[in-house]
Structures are given as structure tokens and as C-alpha cells.
């Protein structure tokens, strides 16, 4: 997965703890999306930022927020974290005008627990 | 929120067998996409389909954008262990990708 980097790779919380997950990428790629994988549940989208300076709501957008510092830059914030929010987390991209055969290029993952 | 099912959610076979698995949605796709997420990395793209009643490969792998545009098959012939894996479909409705909608995923185990 070389192109999307995701920091750190593993990390544990309390219960209430904030923490900041950071992607970056070195694709020069316009859009940029946060995911949560859960057992079960497929990958389900957080936020994204179809380019630099906007963002959006995904599907489950609740307990966390979202900067997209430069095009190469976007993390996400977990203000107060809750056990629901231990998950494996995804940051992808994707280039609106690519190729037809490269949409979603995703990190490594961040596995994140919450105890 | 928007459903895919697919099916089914896990498989043990021997080397050098067939595999099938789908993915059906209640809604329409433009497009179907199946990734590979091998433990501990993210899922990797492996055939997209683009046009209803589309047939691609990729090596071993065929995949097949149903006439429907409901649904969408991979097969993987002659299983080798290093297919094991979750294996994903994912669908989008329109050109944007927030509206990519991913499957739960099948676990597939091969036994040399």
C-alpha cells in the first residue's frame, strides 16, 4: 500500500481519552476518505474531503471529527473516546480523474482499542 | 443505511479448487469493485466493472458486473494458499466515491 501512510499502527485508550489518527499521501490525490472496519459490518465510511479545505459526512460520523490540513494531510479526531470506537481504521484516496482501474488506494490501518 | 449482502462469509477449500462469491444489493451500481485485504495491511483492489453484464479477469480471477446491476460475482480458479484472505465487493452509485458501499466480507481459508 504503498502511496497512503497511516500513524500509528496500533494504539489503546481509556475511556474518554482524545487521540488524533494522522494519513498522509504522497499521490498528489484529490480525495480523501476516512473508514472504520469492524467484525462483521464491512468497511463503513467515517468522513471525506473530496479536496482541500472541504469536508464530509459519511455514514457513521458521530464521536468524531475530521481536518484535512493540505492536500497531502488528513486526519481524524476522536475527542472523547467510547469502547464503540475500537475498531481497525482506514484512510484511502482516490484521484476523481485516474484511471479507471485505481479508485481507492487505502493505508494499513490503524487498529485502535478503547478499553 | 444502504445494505450489501454478500455471501458467502467464509470458505475452507483445498488447493487447487474453484471458488465462487457474490455480492447482491437492494439498490443499482455503476459500479463494482472486489478487493483483497490480506491480515494486517489494508484491502487492495483487485477487478473493477464498470458496465452491466461485464466480464473481467485478472489471472485466476473473473469477475462479473451483473445484468441486473444489482449484483456481481468473483470466481477464483484453482485456489493457491496464498489467496486466503476477506475478500470484499463494494458498490458505488454515481462518480462519487462517498457513495461506495462496502460488503461484510468472505474469509477465504486454503488448505494446501
Known amino acids: 500500500n504503498a502511496g497512503v501512510t497511516q500513524t500509528p499502527k496500533f494504539q489503546v485508550l481509556k475511556t474518554g481519552q482524545s487521540m488524533t489518527l494522522q494519513c498522509a499521501q504522497d499521490m498528489n490525490h484529490n480525495s480523501m476518505y476516512w473508514y472504520r472496519q469492524d467484525p462483521g459490518m464491512g468497511l463503513r465510511l467515517i468522513y471525506y474531503?473530496?479536496?482541500?479545505?472541504?469536508?464530509d459526512k459519511g455514514e457513521v460520523p458521530n464521536g468524531y471529527n475530521v481536518s484535512r490540513l493540505n492536500k497531502r494531510e488528513f486526519s481524524l479526531r476522536l475527542e472523547s473516546a467510547a469502547p464503540s470506537q475500537t475498531s481497525v481504521y482506514f484512510c484511502a484516496t482516490l484521484n476523481p480523474w485516474g484511471l479507471a482501474d485505481s479508485p481507492l488506494h487505502f493505508g494499513n490501518g490503524t487498529r485502535l482499542t478503547v478499553t | 443505511g444502504q445494505q450489501l449482502n454478500q455471501s458467502p462469509q467464509s470458505m475452507f477449500i483445498q488447493e487447487g479448487e474453484d471458488v465462487s462469491m457474490n455480492c447482491t444489493s437492494s439498490s443499482i451500481f455503476n459500479t463494482w469493485l472486489w478487493y483483497k485485504q490480506d491480515p494486517g495491511e489494508g484491502p487492495v483492489l483487485l477487478i473493477a466493472?464498470?458496465?452491466?453484464?461485464e466480464l473481467t479477469s485478472n489471472g485466476r480471477l473473473t469477475a462479473q458486473f451483473g445484468t441486473t446491476r444489482k449484483d456481481s460475482f468473483l470466481n477464483i480458479s484453482a485456489s493457491i494458499p496464498s489467496d486466503v484472505g476477506i475478500y470484499f465487493c463494494?458498490?458505488?452509485?454515481?462518480?462519487?466515491?462517498?457513495?461506495?458501499?462496502f460488503g461484510t466480507g468472505t474469509l477465504l481459508a486454503v488448505q494446501p
Open positions: 474531503s473530496a479536496s482541500e479545505g472541504t469536508t
Open positions: 463494494a458498490g458505488q452509485y454515481g462518480g462519487a466515491t462517498n457513495k461506495l458501499i
Open positions: 466493472l464498470y458496465k452491466a453484464g
